[in-house]
T-cell receptor, first 115, second 110 residues
Framework: GAGVSQSPSNKVTEKGKDVELRCDPI?????LYWYRQSLGQGLEFLIY????????KSGLPSDRFSAERTGGSVSTLTIQRTQQEDSAVYLC?????????????FGEGSWLTVV | QKEVEQNSGPLSVPEGAIASLNCTYS??????FFWYRQYSGKSPELIMS????GDKEDGRFTAQLNKASQYVSLLIRDSQPSDSATYLC??????????FGAGTRLFVKA
């Protein structure tokens, strides 16, 4: 696609439910990132995938959070047993994966509200 | 110490003035540096990237990098009200991991 595509754009869920957020990166981009941004805050790194390498999961806040990337393209971020503090916009991004430069391009985000 | 630090602001400048945004980072091995602009309710968009010490100019924007001081800045000349946004400094800390600062809010008064 022309840009990073995320779905759903908005999600309201009840506390304790599981949610899945989807990201389709820019075609040809081998690196894919997930960030979280709470209201009025900066971007919190969650995880990134690069090609067939093991993902860097160092930013995942708890074991309720997981992500996978199938076929080197689409990624799903799963949050289990959601809590109110999980409410945030979840931003997916992708890049060409070349370590020199590596400009990141963002999707429009998935806005998650846990009630 | 946070990996990437920015003054949260808000920074307020009059229209036509120069806005100066600053960022420091902790990892001396960092090689790539970026400035993103984020309007309220929108996702970040890239303004500038810089990899070498010195200045890099693009239109009204100039990025400055000093690796010895672990400092990167963004100057916006002839500031316009449309420049009002949050500016995020981002640092590639190795491999493909890119860490963002908390952002500086800029207000340009007409």
């Amino acid at each position: 696609g022309a840009g990073v595509s995320q779905s759903p754009s908005n999600k309201v869920t009840e506390k304790g439910k599981d949610v899945e957020l989807r990201c389709d990166p820019i075609s040809g981009h081998t690196a894919l990132y997930w960030y979280r941004q709470s209201l009025g805050q900066g971007l919190e790194f969650l995880i990134y995938f690069q090609g067939n390498s093991a993902p860097d999961k160092s930013g995942l806040p708890s074991d309720r959070f997981s992500a996978e990337r199938t076929g080197g393209s689409v990624s799903t971020l799963t949050i289990q047993r959601t809590q109110q503090e999980d409410s945030a916009v979840y931003l997916c991004a992708s890049s060409t994966g070349y370590s020199s430069g590596n400009t990141i391009y963002f999707g429009e985000g998935s806005w998650l509200t846990v009630v | 110490q946070k990996e990437v630090e920015q003054n949260s602001g808000p920074l307020s400048v009059p229209e036509g003035a120069i806005a100066s945004l600053n960022c420091t980072y902790s990892d001396r091995g960092s090689q790539s540096f970026f400035w993103y602009r984020q309007y309220s309710g929108k996702s970040p968009e890239l303004i500038m990237s810089i990899y070498s010490n010195g200045d890099k100019e693009d239109g009204r924007f100039t990025a400055q990098l000093n690796k010895a001081s672990q400092y990167v800045s963004l100057l916006i000349r002839d500031s316009q009200p449309s420049d009002s946004a949050t500016y995020l400094c981002a640092v590639n800390t190795g491999g493909f991991k890119t860490i963002f600062g908390a952002g500086t809010r800029l207000f340009v008064k007409a």
